[in-house]
Protein backbone atom coordinates (compact mmCIF):
# COMPACT_ATOMS: atom_id res chain seq x y z
CA UNK A 1 0.00 0.00 0.00
CA UNK A 2 2.94 2.49 1.02
CA UNK A 3 4.62 1.83 -2.68
CA UNK A 4 1.38 2.31 -4.33
CA UNK A 5 0.73 5.34 -2.19
CA UNK A 6 3.91 6.81 -3.05
CA UNK A 7 3.85 6.90 -6.43
CA UNK A 8 0.74 7.67 -6.80
CA UNK A 9 1.82 11.41 -5.07
CA UNK A 10 4.60 11.52 -7.09
CA UNK A 11 2.77 11.24 -10.44
CA UNK A 12 2.27 14.72 -11.84
CA UNK A 13 -1.34 15.14 -13.33
CA UNK A 14 -4.86 15.79 -11.93
CA UNK A 15 -6.70 12.20 -10.37
CA UNK A 16 -9.80 12.36 -8.84
CA UNK A 17 -9.96 11.02 -5.43
CA UNK A 18 -14.00 11.55 -5.41
CA UNK A 19 -16.58 13.84 -6.67
CA UNK A 20 -20.22 14.37 -5.90
CA UNK A 21 -22.86 17.51 -7.35
CA UNK A 22 -21.86 20.04 -5.10
CA UNK A 23 -18.04 18.58 -3.90
CA UNK A 24 -14.76 17.00 -5.81
CA UNK A 25 -11.51 15.97 -4.53
CA UNK A 26 -8.50 15.35 -6.91
CA UNK A 27 -4.79 15.02 -6.31
CA UNK A 28 -3.07 17.56 -7.96
CA UNK A 29 0.68 17.33 -8.23
CA UNK A 30 1.20 14.90 -5.33
CA UNK A 31 -1.32 17.35 -3.43
CA UNK A 32 -4.80 17.50 -2.44
CA UNK A 33 -7.73 20.18 -3.66
CA UNK A 34 -10.61 20.47 -2.40
CA UNK A 35 -13.90 22.59 -4.01
CA UNK A 36 -16.86 22.73 -2.50
CA UNK A 37 -19.40 24.60 -4.32
CA UNK A 38 -21.98 25.35 -1.44
CA UNK A 39 -19.29 27.40 0.06
CA UNK A 40 -17.78 28.94 -2.89
CA UNK A 41 -14.33 27.46 -2.44
CA UNK A 42 -11.60 26.00 -3.72
CA UNK A 43 -8.84 24.68 -1.21
CA UNK A 44 -5.08 23.57 -1.66
CA UNK A 45 -3.96 20.92 1.20
CA UNK A 46 -0.21 19.88 1.30
CA UNK A 47 1.02 16.46 0.33
CA UNK A 48 0.06 14.69 4.05
CA UNK A 49 -3.60 15.31 3.76
CA UNK A 50 -3.15 13.92 0.59
CA UNK A 51 -1.97 10.91 1.37
CA UNK A 52 -4.52 10.94 4.28
CA UNK A 53 -7.36 11.31 1.90
CA UNK A 54 -6.33 8.21 -0.73
CA UNK A 55 -6.10 6.11 2.45
CA UNK A 56 -9.49 7.12 3.22
CA UNK A 57 -10.18 6.99 -0.25
CA UNK A 58 -12.38 4.23 -1.90
CA UNK A 59 -10.03 4.17 -4.73
CA UNK A 60 -7.52 2.53 -2.35
CA UNK A 61 -10.47 -0.03 -0.74
CA UNK A 62 -8.94 -3.31 -2.93
CA UNK A 63 -5.26 -2.47 -1.32
CA UNK A 64 -6.62 -1.67 1.96
CA UNK A 65 -9.38 -4.02 2.94
CA UNK A 66 -11.40 -1.27 3.89
CA UNK A 67 -8.53 -0.92 6.79
CA UNK A 68 -9.95 2.66 7.84
CA UNK A 69 -9.65 2.72 11.49
CA UNK A 70 -7.81 5.73 13.13
CA UNK A 71 -4.84 3.17 13.93
CA UNK A 72 -4.76 1.81 10.63
CA UNK A 73 -4.35 5.15 9.26
CA UNK A 74 -1.79 6.39 11.26
CA UNK A 75 0.37 3.26 10.56
CA UNK A 76 0.09 3.33 7.05
CA UNK A 77 0.57 7.27 6.74
CA UNK A 78 3.58 6.69 8.99
CA UNK A 79 4.85 4.10 7.38
CA UNK A 80 4.83 6.45 4.03
CA UNK A 81 6.59 9.17 5.77
CA UNK A 82 8.67 7.30 7.82
CA UNK A 83 7.55 9.29 10.59
CA UNK A 84 7.34 8.77 14.24
CA UNK A 85 3.85 7.03 14.88
CA UNK A 86 3.06 10.48 17.77
CA UNK A 87 3.92 12.55 14.78
CA UNK A 88 1.75 10.67 12.75
CA UNK A 89 -0.57 10.90 14.92
CA UNK A 90 -0.85 14.26 15.65
CA UNK A 91 -1.19 14.77 11.61
CA UNK A 92 -4.21 12.26 10.81
CA UNK A 93 -6.14 13.58 13.93
CA UNK A 94 -5.92 17.21 12.80
CA UNK A 95 -6.73 16.21 9.23
CA UNK A 96 -9.99 14.36 10.50
CA UNK A 97 -10.73 16.87 12.97
CA UNK A 98 -11.02 19.41 10.26
CA UNK A 99 -12.59 17.36 7.80
CA UNK A 100 -15.31 16.08 10.12
CA UNK A 101 -16.27 20.09 11.03
CA UNK A 102 -16.55 20.34 7.36
CA UNK A 103 -19.04 17.27 6.61
CA UNK A 104 -16.12 15.53 4.65
CA UNK A 105 -15.85 12.56 6.45
CA UNK A 106 -17.92 10.85 9.17
CA UNK A 107 -16.80 8.48 12.40
CA UNK A 108 -19.05 5.36 13.56
CA UNK A 109 -18.68 3.88 17.04
CA UNK A 110 -16.07 1.65 16.39
CA UNK A 111 -13.83 4.44 15.29
CA UNK A 112 -13.80 3.80 11.66
CA UNK A 113 -13.97 6.44 9.23
CA UNK A 114 -15.06 7.04 5.98
CA UNK A 115 -15.31 9.52 3.65
CA UNK A 116 -18.65 11.06 3.25
CA UNK A 117 -18.89 13.40 0.01
CA UNK A 118 -21.76 16.40 0.30
CA UNK A 119 -24.14 15.46 -2.31
CA UNK A 120 -26.21 18.25 -2.30
CA UNK A 121 -26.21 20.38 -5.21
CA UNK A 122 -26.87 24.16 -4.66
CA UNK A 123 -26.41 27.54 -6.35
CA UNK A 124 -23.05 28.89 -5.32
CA UNK A 125 -23.19 31.21 -3.02
CA UNK A 126 -21.01 33.83 -1.78
CA UNK A 127 -20.85 35.47 1.75
CA UNK A 128 -19.92 38.44 -0.31
CA UNK A 129 -23.46 39.20 -0.94
CA UNK A 130 -27.30 38.64 0.18
CA UNK A 131 -29.81 38.07 -2.44
CA UNK A 132 -32.69 40.59 -1.77
CA UNK A 133 -36.48 40.36 -3.16
CA UNK A 134 -38.15 43.17 -4.97
CA UNK A 135 -34.62 45.32 -3.64
CA UNK A 136 -36.13 48.80 -4.37
CA UNK A 137 -33.41 51.05 -6.47
CA UNK A 138 -32.38 54.84 -5.62
CA UNK A 139 -34.29 57.06 -7.42
CA UNK A 140 -30.93 59.31 -8.82
CA UNK A 141 -28.89 58.45 -11.42
CA UNK A 142 -25.74 59.96 -10.72
CA UNK A 143 -24.19 58.16 -13.85
CA UNK A 144 -24.83 56.14 -17.32
CA UNK A 145 -22.47 55.02 -19.56
CA UNK A 146 -22.20 52.84 -22.73
CA UNK A 147 -19.08 51.04 -23.42
CA UNK A 148 -17.28 48.24 -24.99
CA UNK A 149 -14.42 47.16 -26.22
CA UNK A 150 -14.02 45.04 -29.93
CA UNK A 151 -17.45 43.69 -30.30
CA UNK A 152 -18.27 43.98 -26.81
CA UNK A 153 -20.58 46.06 -25.12
CA UNK A 154 -22.75 47.11 -21.80
CA UNK A 155 -24.09 49.73 -19.92
CA UNK A 156 -23.17 50.85 -16.39
CA UNK A 157 -26.09 52.71 -14.57
CA UNK A 158 -25.31 53.96 -11.30
CA UNK A 159 -27.42 54.91 -9.06
CA UNK A 160 -27.79 57.19 -5.75
CA UNK A 161 -30.46 57.90 -2.80
CA UNK A 162 -29.47 61.34 -3.31
CA UNK A 163 -28.37 63.79 -5.86
CA UNK A 164 -24.21 63.06 -4.33
CA UNK A 165 -23.02 59.97 -3.18
CA UNK A 166 -23.03 60.54 0.57
CA UNK A 167 -19.19 59.54 1.56
CA UNK A 168 -18.53 56.87 4.52
CA UNK A 169 -15.87 54.32 5.09
CA UNK A 170 -17.87 51.67 3.29
CA UNK A 171 -18.51 53.75 -0.22
CA UNK A 172 -15.91 55.90 0.00
CA UNK A 173 -14.55 56.82 -3.33
CA UNK A 174 -16.26 53.64 -5.04
CA UNK A 175 -18.79 55.77 -7.30
CA UNK A 176 -15.48 57.54 -8.68
CA UNK A 177 -13.34 54.75 -9.02
CA UNK A 178 -15.49 52.84 -10.83
CA UNK A 179 -16.01 55.13 -13.03
CA UNK A 180 -12.40 55.97 -13.80
CA UNK A 181 -11.80 52.04 -14.12
CA UNK A 182 -14.21 52.19 -17.08
CA UNK A 183 -12.23 55.21 -18.82
CA UNK A 184 -10.22 51.57 -20.11
CA UNK A 185 -13.14 51.04 -22.25
CA UNK A 186 -14.68 53.03 -25.56
CA UNK A 187 -17.38 55.16 -25.06
CA UNK A 188 -20.69 54.65 -26.78
CA UNK A 189 -23.41 57.63 -27.52
CA UNK A 190 -26.44 55.08 -26.60
CA UNK A 191 -27.14 51.41 -25.56
CA UNK A 192 -26.35 49.28 -28.54
CA UNK A 193 -29.35 46.69 -29.11
CA UNK A 194 -28.02 43.25 -27.49
CA UNK A 195 -25.48 44.53 -24.61
CA UNK A 196 -25.93 44.02 -21.02
CA UNK A 197 -26.60 46.34 -18.23
CA UNK A 198 -25.20 46.41 -14.68
CA UNK A 199 -26.83 48.97 -12.47
CA UNK A 200 -24.80 49.80 -9.01
CA UNK A 201 -27.56 51.26 -6.14
CA UNK A 202 -26.11 53.21 -3.41
CA UNK A 203 -27.54 54.69 -0.34
CA UNK A 204 -26.22 55.80 2.84
CA UNK A 205 -25.87 52.10 4.35
CA UNK A 206 -25.55 49.61 0.99
CA UNK A 207 -24.18 49.11 -2.17
CA UNK A 208 -26.58 46.95 -4.20
CA UNK A 209 -26.14 45.10 -7.65
CA UNK A 210 -28.10 44.13 -10.44
CA UNK A 211 -27.12 43.34 -14.03
CA UNK A 212 -29.35 41.72 -17.33
CA UNK A 213 -27.73 38.11 -16.58
CA UNK A 214 -28.55 37.67 -12.86
CA UNK A 215 -31.75 40.41 -12.41
CA UNK A 216 -32.00 39.15 -8.91
CA UNK A 217 -30.69 41.92 -6.38
CA UNK A 218 -27.89 41.25 -4.23
CA UNK A 219 -26.35 43.36 -0.99
CA UNK A 220 -22.57 43.79 -1.77
CA UNK A 221 -20.42 43.23 1.38
CA UNK A 222 -18.43 46.41 2.21
CA UNK A 223 -14.69 46.23 1.30
CA UNK A 224 -15.19 43.49 -1.53
CA UNK A 225 -17.89 45.67 -3.76
CA UNK A 226 -15.70 46.04 -6.76
CA UNK A 227 -15.13 42.78 -7.47
CA UNK A 228 -18.35 41.80 -7.73
CA UNK A 229 -19.30 44.76 -9.97
CA UNK A 230 -16.64 43.88 -12.48
CA UNK A 231 -17.61 40.04 -12.22
CA UNK A 232 -21.40 41.50 -13.29
CA UNK A 233 -19.85 43.70 -16.02
CA UNK A 234 -17.84 40.86 -17.46
CA UNK A 235 -20.86 38.27 -17.24
CA UNK A 236 -22.87 40.64 -19.16
CA UNK A 237 -20.12 41.09 -21.82
CA UNK A 238 -19.72 37.13 -22.54
CA UNK A 239 -23.34 35.98 -21.88
CA UNK A 240 -22.44 32.74 -24.03
CA UNK A 241 -19.08 31.84 -22.85
CA UNK A 242 -17.97 29.19 -20.36
CA UNK A 243 -16.14 31.85 -17.83
CA UNK A 244 -15.20 29.36 -15.10
CA UNK A 245 -12.43 31.62 -12.79
CA UNK A 246 -12.26 35.51 -11.85
CA UNK A 247 -8.34 36.08 -11.52
CA UNK A 248 -6.74 38.62 -9.81
CA UNK A 249 -4.20 39.31 -12.44
CA UNK A 250 -2.84 41.53 -15.28
CA UNK A 251 -2.99 40.33 -18.93
CA UNK A 252 -0.74 41.05 -21.70
CA UNK A 253 0.23 39.50 -25.10
CA UNK A 254 3.02 39.97 -27.48
CA UNK A 255 2.52 36.56 -29.63
CA UNK A 256 2.06 34.92 -26.12
CA UNK A 257 -0.60 35.47 -23.87
CA UNK A 258 0.50 35.89 -20.19
CA UNK A 259 -1.15 36.11 -16.98
CA UNK A 260 0.45 38.67 -14.74
CA UNK A 261 -0.55 37.16 -11.64
CA UNK A 262 -0.06 38.09 -7.66
CA UNK A 263 -1.29 39.89 -4.55
CA UNK A 264 -2.14 43.83 -4.38
CA UNK A 265 1.74 45.24 -4.38
CA UNK A 266 3.85 42.80 -5.95
CA UNK A 267 4.19 45.44 -9.27
CA UNK A 268 1.82 43.21 -11.57
CA UNK A 269 0.08 46.54 -12.72
CA UNK A 270 2.84 48.72 -12.78
CA UNK A 271 4.52 46.06 -15.23
CA UNK A 272 1.80 45.38 -17.75
CA UNK A 273 1.44 49.72 -18.15
CA UNK A 274 5.26 49.50 -18.93
CA UNK A 275 4.89 46.26 -21.10
CA UNK A 276 1.66 48.36 -23.11
CA UNK A 277 4.68 50.83 -24.17
CA UNK A 278 6.90 48.21 -24.96
CA UNK A 279 4.40 46.67 -27.70
CA UNK A 280 2.33 44.44 -25.57
CA UNK A 281 -1.39 44.24 -25.73
CA UNK A 282 -2.81 44.82 -22.48
CA UNK A 283 -5.86 42.48 -21.76
CA UNK A 284 -7.05 43.23 -18.54
CA UNK A 285 -5.69 44.94 -15.65
CA UNK A 286 -6.75 43.47 -11.90
CA UNK A 287 -9.66 40.72 -12.67
CA UNK A 288 -9.05 38.69 -15.45
CA UNK A 289 -12.28 36.00 -16.82
CA UNK A 290 -10.75 32.39 -17.36
CA UNK A 291 -12.44 30.96 -20.10
CA UNK A 292 -12.72 27.34 -20.33
CA UNK A 293 -12.79 25.43 -23.97
CA UNK A 294 -13.70 21.99 -23.67
CA UNK A 295 -14.25 21.00 -27.45
CA UNK A 296 -11.87 18.34 -27.19
CA UNK A 297 -12.56 16.57 -23.62
CA UNK A 298 -9.32 14.81 -23.64
CA UNK A 299 -7.19 17.96 -23.29
CA UNK A 300 -9.42 20.52 -22.06
CA UNK A 301 -7.84 24.39 -22.60
CA UNK A 302 -8.31 27.71 -20.83
CA UNK A 303 -8.60 31.45 -21.98
CA UNK A 304 -8.40 34.84 -21.50
CA UNK A 305 -11.27 37.20 -22.14
CA UNK A 306 -10.24 40.51 -22.70
CA UNK A 307 -11.44 43.07 -20.17
CA UNK A 308 -9.74 46.15 -20.66
CA UNK A 309 -10.31 48.46 -18.03
CA UNK A 310 -7.96 51.47 -16.95
CA UNK A 311 -4.94 50.42 -15.32
CA UNK A 312 -4.96 51.25 -11.59
CA UNK A 313 -1.61 52.38 -10.56
CA UNK A 314 -0.43 52.89 -6.84
CA UNK A 315 1.21 56.20 -5.68
CA UNK A 316 5.04 54.66 -5.52
CA UNK A 317 4.53 53.69 -9.44
CA UNK A 318 3.63 57.20 -10.81
CA UNK A 319 7.23 58.99 -11.06
CA UNK A 320 8.39 56.05 -12.47
CA UNK A 321 6.10 56.02 -15.02
CA UNK A 322 5.12 59.91 -15.96
CA UNK A 323 8.09 59.76 -18.59
CA UNK A 324 6.14 57.48 -20.51
CA UNK A 325 2.89 58.46 -19.49
CA UNK A 326 2.51 62.48 -19.66
CA UNK A 327 -1.41 62.03 -18.67
CA UNK A 328 -0.46 60.53 -15.38
CA UNK A 329 -0.02 63.82 -14.11
CA UNK A 330 -3.26 65.00 -14.79
CA UNK A 331 -5.67 61.79 -13.31
CA UNK A 332 -7.50 62.56 -10.17
CA UNK A 333 -6.28 60.36 -7.21
CA UNK A 334 -8.57 57.85 -6.08
CA UNK A 335 -8.48 55.62 -2.00
CA UNK A 336 -7.86 51.83 -3.47
CA UNK A 337 -9.54 50.09 -1.13
CA UNK A 338 -8.38 50.06 2.74
CA UNK A 339 -4.90 50.77 3.82
CA UNK A 340 -4.76 54.01 3.10
CA UNK A 341 -3.39 53.04 -0.65
CA UNK A 342 -4.50 55.67 -3.48
CA UNK A 343 -4.66 55.19 -7.17
CA UNK A 344 -4.96 56.74 -10.71
CA UNK A 345 -6.63 54.91 -13.56
CA UNK A 346 -4.84 55.36 -16.74
CA UNK A 347 -6.88 54.43 -19.79
CA UNK A 348 -4.41 52.49 -22.03
CA UNK A 349 -5.56 52.55 -25.96
CA UNK A 350 -7.27 49.30 -27.27
CA UNK A 351 -7.22 47.85 -31.08
CA UNK A 352 -10.92 47.19 -31.63
CA UNK A 353 -10.48 43.43 -32.30
CA UNK A 354 -13.15 40.58 -32.59
CA UNK A 355 -13.43 39.14 -28.71
CA UNK A 356 -12.24 35.55 -29.24
CA UNK A 357 -10.57 34.41 -26.31
CA UNK A 358 -6.67 33.96 -26.32
CA UNK A 359 -5.43 30.78 -25.49
CA UNK A 360 -3.35 30.99 -22.73
CA UNK A 361 0.58 30.02 -22.61
CA UNK A 362 1.45 30.74 -18.79
CA UNK A 363 1.38 32.05 -15.36
CA UNK A 364 4.12 34.10 -14.39
CA UNK A 365 4.48 35.70 -10.63
CA UNK A 366 6.16 38.88 -10.96
CA UNK A 367 7.56 40.32 -8.24
CA UNK A 368 9.37 44.27 -8.11
CA UNK A 369 12.61 43.44 -6.29
CA UNK A 370 15.25 46.73 -6.24
CA UNK A 371 18.68 45.42 -7.21
CA UNK A 372 17.89 42.15 -7.23
CA UNK A 373 19.52 40.43 -10.49
CA UNK A 374 16.88 38.61 -12.63
CA UNK A 375 15.46 35.26 -11.36
CA UNK A 376 13.17 32.84 -12.72
CA UNK A 377 11.94 29.56 -11.38
CA UNK A 378 9.53 27.36 -12.98
CA UNK A 379 7.16 25.96 -10.87
CA UNK A 380 5.58 22.91 -10.63
CA UNK A 381 1.58 22.86 -10.88
CA UNK A 382 0.95 22.94 -7.20
CA UNK A 383 2.74 25.47 -6.42
CA UNK A 384 1.64 27.19 -9.20
CA UNK A 385 -1.93 26.73 -7.78
CA UNK A 386 -0.97 27.63 -4.68
CA UNK A 387 -0.06 31.17 -6.55
CA UNK A 388 -2.69 32.22 -8.06
CA UNK A 389 -4.75 30.95 -4.65
CA UNK A 390 -2.78 33.44 -2.85
CA UNK A 391 -3.15 35.99 -5.66
CA UNK A 392 -7.26 35.46 -5.64
CA UNK A 393 -9.20 32.68 -7.80
CA UNK A 394 -12.48 32.96 -7.72
CA UNK A 395 -15.75 30.59 -8.99
CA UNK A 396 -17.16 32.54 -11.48
CA UNK A 397 -20.74 32.46 -12.20
CA UNK A 398 -22.73 29.08 -11.14
CA UNK A 399 -20.11 26.10 -12.26
CA UNK A 400 -20.66 22.59 -12.06
CA UNK A 401 -18.03 19.84 -10.43
CA UNK A 402 -17.11 18.75 -13.84
CA UNK A 403 -16.88 22.35 -14.98
CA UNK A 404 -13.99 22.62 -12.28
CA UNK A 405 -12.37 19.32 -12.93
CA UNK A 406 -11.74 20.12 -16.62
CA UNK A 407 -10.63 23.74 -15.65
CA UNK A 408 -8.20 22.05 -12.62
CA UNK A 409 -6.75 19.65 -15.44
CA UNK A 410 -6.20 21.99 -17.82
CA UNK A 411 -4.71 24.64 -15.41
CA UNK A 412 -2.15 21.70 -14.03
CA UNK A 413 -1.11 21.89 -17.85
CA UNK A 414 -0.06 25.28 -18.26
CA UNK A 415 3.59 26.24 -17.74
CA UNK A 416 4.26 28.55 -14.52
CA UNK A 417 7.36 31.03 -13.48
CA UNK A 418 7.95 32.92 -10.50
CA UNK A 419 10.35 36.27 -11.68
CA UNK A 420 11.94 38.04 -9.48
CA UNK A 421 13.99 41.39 -11.45
CA UNK A 422 14.76 45.12 -10.82
CA UNK A 423 14.74 46.51 -14.28
CA UNK A 424 12.25 46.33 -17.06
CA UNK A 425 14.69 45.92 -19.76
CA UNK A 426 15.52 42.21 -18.59
CA UNK A 427 11.79 41.03 -17.77
CA UNK A 428 10.64 42.48 -21.32
CA UNK A 429 13.68 40.39 -23.10
CA UNK A 430 13.22 37.40 -20.65
CA UNK A 431 9.08 37.35 -21.19
CA UNK A 432 9.51 37.32 -25.06
CA UNK A 433 12.32 34.67 -25.17
CA UNK A 434 11.20 32.57 -21.92
CA UNK A 435 10.64 29.05 -23.03
CA UNK A 436 7.24 27.74 -22.56
CA UNK A 437 7.11 24.18 -24.45
Known amino acids: MVKNLSIA ?50 LTSDLTSDATSDDEIVKEYADLFALPLAQARGDVDVCLANWLQYGWVVRDVSNTWRLCLPAEQV ?8 RIADEPFCDHVIHQGFYCFGDVAFELQIRSSTTKVVIDPSTQGFTERLIAICEGFAKLDKRPSGAGWVTVSIDDKHIVLQDSGDQQARRLEAGLEMGFVYEAMIGVSYPARDVVFALHAAGVKQGRCLALAGVSGVGKSTLSALLAKAGWELL ?36 RLLTLYSELADLSVFPYGYGGKEAKYLPIAHTAIHQTASSWDAIILPRFVPDQALKVQALRPALALQGLLTAGLSMFGAPTIQTIDHALNALSRLPCFAIEYAHFEEINACLKDLSIN
Not at 17 to 44: M, N, P
Not at 123 to 129: G, I, Q, R, V
Open 9 to 58: LHDRYLYCLGQSSSFGAWLYDDHLVTCDLKKRHIELHNPASAAIWLLLSD
Open 123 to 130: SPESKAFS
Open 284 to 319: GDDILAIELNQVDQSTPSLGLLRFPTAISLKSGSWP
